[in-house]
């Protein structure tokens, strides 16, 4: 029973040790499921503890949710921070000028990009175009390729690519490449600059200076050639090093001086400066430029005489040299052949110079045009005139009326060919002292009718001007086109006003640079003449073509105007400048170099010599048109003179040995077959070296005296001449006769 009664006891005693010490670890498991079915990390145990073990549990587990807790917190502020600073990055990275794409490595997937990069590569919506980053790559091994040095490197920089664009087009590319961590994944994060320009400019300038490059590989070969064969440091150089005594001889000069001037290093040693030189000089220049440069300069260029006596290009440094007592030693330094340089930069003024004439030229075609388109015009109104005088003539009416508008229509033709010859800068001028402000003046006498009533005038004009040495015709015709072309920039239909300036100004270079005029002018005193309104204005299109032959806003055959203004401008040693814009109006100003001249006295003025001169000329016609020897025959005769005809030079020099006594001038035409104007002169003066003989062409003067040497003609005839030319030509011969009596 006692032995009942303690095992009874002691299973009571046991089952109420196991709830007190079971309880707490119940519950702490049921707290451990709730926490993690409602992923709740704040909920505690707080129960009694039987023991410090299941304290210590108890504590534990507290511990532990508290970490958890705080650890998801953590995770939490980081995630919001990492979306701040991802949406910083995109923000950022939308507003740079760069183009930028962030791209995953595996499959080339955009995930980002900036509006920069879709406007280089033409692409507006390209998440809906499966924009894909591989199809840019203009050969797919560069991905490859990029990819490898990017898994080696980790990031690289400026790797320049050829890429496509989404139409095909092709663009060049520097790229620079890094990984980084975007929305949760590894990516590709990239970064370029569309360097197109720059390479099309570098194989631009690899065509042009192909040859350069050939010459100066070949040169750098035959250098290295020889400087393999050099024992020491200053033989090894390219340059070559010199030492000069005070009084201008050669001390010594590295090896190198034989390929420079082919002399041995022994032979150059005591040779003087003058013997070196070109001109035999010395060189003067640099030694000034030592004055000036306080003992020293630095790539002076000169030349050299080479030993074989061709001279050769070279860039000079040198410093002056003291001994020990302060005292001027010599000159020591360098010198490098720049021959190869010196002429490529020439080649490429040379370049320069014939693809402005190339320019030029390519207007010819449309120029072409406008002239047949001009002279059709013109030829129609000749021939018409001359059917109905040939008409009227058999009927018996009168045909004064029909031959002025001849008349008229051969000089419109002649002006057609002056308008021409003044665009090609090759125009015939009569200069004398022209007064601007005169000009206008009289120049809006004529046209003041023609310019409609909505437009007021202002002028601006200097009462005290001198005059410039130019051809007033052509001045006139400068006035008119620049006054008639601002009146149609503002039609008959709005309010508008032209200002008129003409004034003395002291133009600098600055002043006088133009991009319409290729030669430089000197500073000086220029006359400046403006002319300003505030029509239609024009774009940059219209400015870049408004000087090329024919071209206009208008209708086709118009345009010559201009050209023809331009190259008036540029005979007479000026500047134009215009200024324009689109709704704002233009401004043409033209510069012409101020003259002292007084006006000249032509031949014109004394007319009155020949109508009261009665002795009666005989003058030989040399030319091989038939239509002009009968023209100019016939007009001679009027004139009072006889005429004798020749078709040729040889048959010209006929015609004088069986008529030379009683010949008073010879017409010679520039031209011809068998015998051209330049030998029948040579022949006609050894036979009679003071025959006064007159030169006619339809070139300008300028182009033809250009062809004789020695022998020179009396004067200058351009065809087409007309009776009163003729008349002046015969004045000059009286005038002669009386000067010579």
């Not at 030349?303 to 440094?317: D, E, N, R």
């Not at 072409?368 to 109905?388: K, V, Y």
């Not at 002056?418 to 809006?444: C, I, K």
């Not at 220029?526 to 299109?541: I, P, T």
Request: proline residues 3%.
């Amino acid at each position: 029973m006692v032995m009942g009664v303690c095992l009874l006891l002691g299973l009571l005693l046991a089952y109420r040790l196991q709830k007190r010490i079971a309880s707490p670890i119940s519950a702490l498991a049921g707290l451990m499921r709730q926490v993690g079915l409602n992923q709740d990390y704040s909920l505690r145990a707080d129960g009694p503890a039987y023991n410090s073990e299941t304290q210590e549990l108890l504590q534990g587990f507290n511990q532990m949710t508290g970490k958890i807790q705080q650890s998801f917190e953590t995770i939490e502020q980081n995630q919001l921070r990492l979306k701040e600073s991802e949406e910083r990055f995109r923000n950022i990275v939308e507003l740079a000028p760069v183009p930028v794409i962030v791209t995953r490595p595996d499959n080339g997937q955009v995930l980002f990009y900036n509006q920069s990069a879709a406007r280089l590569f033409d692409v507006d919506e390209l998440g809906q175009l499966k924009f894909n980053a591989v199809d840019f790559y203009r050969h797919r091994e560069d991905r490859q390729m990029l990819m490898e040095k990017l898994k080696k490197q980790g990031e690289f920089y400026g790797q320049e690519l050829e890429m496509l664009k989404p139409g095909g087009e092709t663009l060049w590319i520097s790229l620079s490449m890094s990984t980084m961590d975007f929305e949760g994944e590894q990516v590709l994060f990239s970064a370029f600059v569309d360097i197109t320009e720059q390479k099309n400019v570098e194989q631009t300038l690899a065509r042009n200076n192909q040859l350069l490059e050939q010459r100066v590989l070949n040169r750098t070969e035959e250098l290295q050639a020889a400087k393999d064969e050099l024992q020491s440091t200053l033989d090894n150089m390219l340059d070559t090093y010199y030492r000069i005594r005070a009084d201008g001889t050669v001390k010594w000069a590295s090896a190198s001086v034989y390929t420079l001037l082919g002399y041995q290093p022994s032979e150059l040693a005591g040779l003087s400066l003058q013997e070196l030189s070109v001109d035999g000089q010395g060189f003067p220049e640099l030694a000034a430029a030592l004055e000036q440069g306080d003992g020293a300069v630095i790539n002076q260029k000169a030349q050299l005489k080479h030993k074989l006596g061709h001279a050769i290009w070279v860039s000079i440094s040198a410093h002056l040299i003291a001994d020990e007592h302060s005292e001027l030693a010599g000159v020591e330094g360098v010198v490098r052949d720049i021959t190869l340089l010196v002429q490529a930069a020439e080649q490429k003024q040379e370049m320069e110079t014939k693809m402005v004439h190339v320019q030029r030229l390519e207007s010819l075609g449309v120029l072409a045009g406008g002239i047949a388109h001009d002279f059709n015009n013109i030829l129609a109104g000749i021939m018409g005139n001359a059917e109905l005088a040939e008409m009227n003539t058999q009927e018996g009416l009168p045909v004064e009326s029909e031959l002025k508008n001849i008349l008229s229509g051969s000089s419109r033709a002649a002006d057609l060919c002056r308008q021409m010859l003044a665009y090609s800068g090759q125009g015939v001028f009569l200069r004398t002292g022209v007064n601007m402000t005169l000009l206008v003046e009289e120049a809006l006498q004529l046209i003041d009718v023609s310019i409609p009533k909505n437009i007021s005038l202002n002028l601006e004009m200097s009462s005290e001007l001198p005059n410039v040495y130019a051809d007033k015709t052509q001045m006139q015709q400068i006035i008119m086109n620049l006054i008639t072309n601002a009146a149609e920039s503002i039609g008959d239909e709005k309010q508008g006003s032209i200002t008129i300036v003409t004034r003395l100004i002291q133009a600098g270079k600055k002043d006088l640079e133009s991009k319409f005029i290729e030669h430089r002018l000197k500073p000086g005193a220029y006359v400046l003449f403006e002319v300003v309104d505030n029509g239609c204005g024009m774009d940059s299109h219209t400015m870049a073509k408004m000087f090329d032959p024919f071209f206009t806003t208008k209708f086709t055959g118009r345009g010559l105007g201009m050209s023809a203004v331009l190259g008036i401008v540029r005979s007479h040693d000026g500047s134009i400048q215009v200024s324009s814009k689109p709704g704002q109006g233009s401004q043409f100003k033209v510069l012409l170099p101020a003259s002292n001249r007084e006006p000249a006295i032509h031949a014109e003025n004394n007319t009155e010599v020949m109508l009261h001169h009665e002795a009666e000329h005989t003058v030989l016609l040399i030319d091989d048109e038939v239509m002009v020897r009968t023209v100019v025959e016939r007009l001679l005769k009027k004139l009072g003179c006889k005429v004798l005809l020749a078709a040729d030079g040889e048959q010209g020099l006929e015609v004088y040995k069986q008529h030379g006594k009683e010949i008073d001038l010879v017409l010679l035409d520039m031209t011809m077959p068998r015998m051209g104007g330049k030998e029948t002169l040579s022949r006609l003066r050894a036979l009679d070296a003071l025959l006064p003989v007159f030169i006619c062409s339809g070139y300008s003067n300028d182009s033809v005296s250009g062809q004789f040497d020695e022998v020179q003609p009396t004067g200058f005839l351009q065809k087409p001449f007309s009776l009163r030319s003729l008349q002046d030509v015969l004045v000059v011969l009286a005038l002669n006769n009386q000067a010579d009596r």
